[in-house]
């Protein structure tokens, strides 16, 4: 088993393969990986209950791990009140975390 | 204390248009601070951030001079997170992509930065506990 971490920081309604993205963190967990989805930037968008949140909260029922940055939420007036259930907010240091800790990590 | 770790990032975007290049160096700042030892490849729009040559100026519309206006510079935020990592007992070595720099007359970088190639990449990778790309769009 590996540990994946995925960074997102697009929002699905400006990129067409945000979606791919969180079907690829998807597939490694169902192939027996932990994967971390953590969203930046615009990637905090969907996060927030929407008609667009769908497509995560899919991800985050598939066992993945979703996490998004304080600062990009804070920024784009996203109280943690509103998130969808299965994204935690969570500090940038988490990616330097993972990256000390060796776990592959892809952004995209 | 933790654990000191080499971490290597690639960056390819330039200063200011761009929420990649401010994360990136959110990034750099937190291993910085932790007093890891850091390798920048920048390449691509990514030696900009580092151009000497950057300088602040006035606003004439909203009536403001240089210092009111006190326009950001890129280049002092990557001098600010050498320092943060050596305060720290860690490093960053900070490598422009020469024929990046030279596309863009961009040869001339803060004190530091060195003009190097992918080959530093390469290096730098061999060298780190883990590496991480950000892709431009």
Redesign the interface.
């Known amino acids: 088993m590996n540990e994946y971490l995925l960074i997102e ?2 929002d699905p309604l400006e ?1 067409g393969d945000v979606l791919d993205h969180y079907r690829l963190a998807a597939e490694l967990v169902q192939a027996g990986n932990r994967v971390t989805l953590f969203l ?3 990637g905090v968008f969907p996060a927030r209950s929407s008609p667009a949140s769908d497509a995560l909260a899919s991800t985050a029922w598939a066992g993945v791990t979703i996490l998004a940055d304080g ?1 990009s939420l804070r920024e784009r007036g996203i109280a943690s009140r509103r998130l969808i259930d299965g994204v935690a907010e969570a500090p ?2 988490t ?2 975390d993972r ?2 800790a ?2 592959r ?1 892809l ?1 995209h | 204390m933790a654990t000191k770790k080499t971490l290597t990032f690639a960056i390819m975007d330039g200063p200011y248009e761009t929420a990649r290049s401010t994360t990136a160096l959110r990034l750099i700042d937190i291993a910085a601070r932790r007093g890891y030892d850091i390798k920048v490849f920048a390449y691509e729009g990514a030696v900009g951030l580092s151009f000497a040559k950057q300088a602040a100026h006035a606003n004439a519309v909203h009536g403001r001079s240089v210092e009111e206006e006190n326009h950001p510079l890129p280049r002092r935020w990557v001098a600010a997170v050498m320092e943060e990592a050596k305060r720290n007992g860690g490093s960053v070595e900070w490598v422009n992509c020469g024929l990046c720099a030279d596309e863009r007359g961009a040869q001339e970088a803060i004190e530091g930065v060195r003009r190097g190639s992918p080959g530093d990449f390469w290096k730098f990778v061999q060298a780190s506990d883990n590496t991480l790309v950000i892709p431009t769009r």
């Open positions: 920081s697009q990129s930046v930037q615009n600062f940038l240091d990616v330097v990256l000390a060796g776990h990590v952004w």
